[in-house]
């Protein structure tokens, strides 16, 4: 099956880095499309998960770099700065398909946490 892609508008409503549940580190941006559309991109884990309650958290590179790519692709300095920025969204066509990848509104620029995780299989820290 061949998979259909459309490339649309939309508007970071917010931008959300923090801590899930007080056990992970990870981002939200949840977009809007105009009108009662809406739709989250993100929700990865950008730190090691401790192995007890209230342990150690230590950062990782894919997280490191997944917040400058997304400043970067936005075209901002602070995560602060993301919310209600115009930007484009890669995703499979139709109502509710998944999202591939958010791009600069006038820029080729893309970011893509599934190309990030494929590109840092290869890293060494």
């Known amino acids: 099956m ?10 970071i409503a ?5 801590f ?3 056990i992970f580190l990870s981002a939200t941006l949840s977009l809007e499309y ?9 929700g990865h884990v950008f730190c090691d998960v401790p192995s007890t309650p209230g342990g150690e958290r230590r950062g990782t590179a894919y997280g490191t770099e997944a917040i ?3 400043l970067r692709t936005v075209g901002v300095e602070t995560w602060a ?6 930007i484009r969204v890669r995703r499979e066509a139709g109502w509710g ?15 893509s ?9 290869g890293w060494t820290s």
């Open 2 to 11: 061949k998979e259909t892609v459309e490339i649309v508008n939309a508007r």
């Open 14 to 18: 917010s931008a959300r880095l923090g």
């Open 20 to 22: 899930e549940r007080d």
């Open 34 to 42: 105009g009108g009662s559309m809406g739709q989250s991109y993100g």
């Open 68 to 70: 400058m790519r997304i």
């Open 81 to 86: 700065d993301l919310d209600g920025r115009l």
């Open 97 to 111: 398909g998944a999202i591939l990848g958010i791009g600069h509104p006038l820029e080729d620029l893309w970011f």
């Open 113 to 121: 946490f599934k190309d990030l995780a494929d590109e840092m299989k």
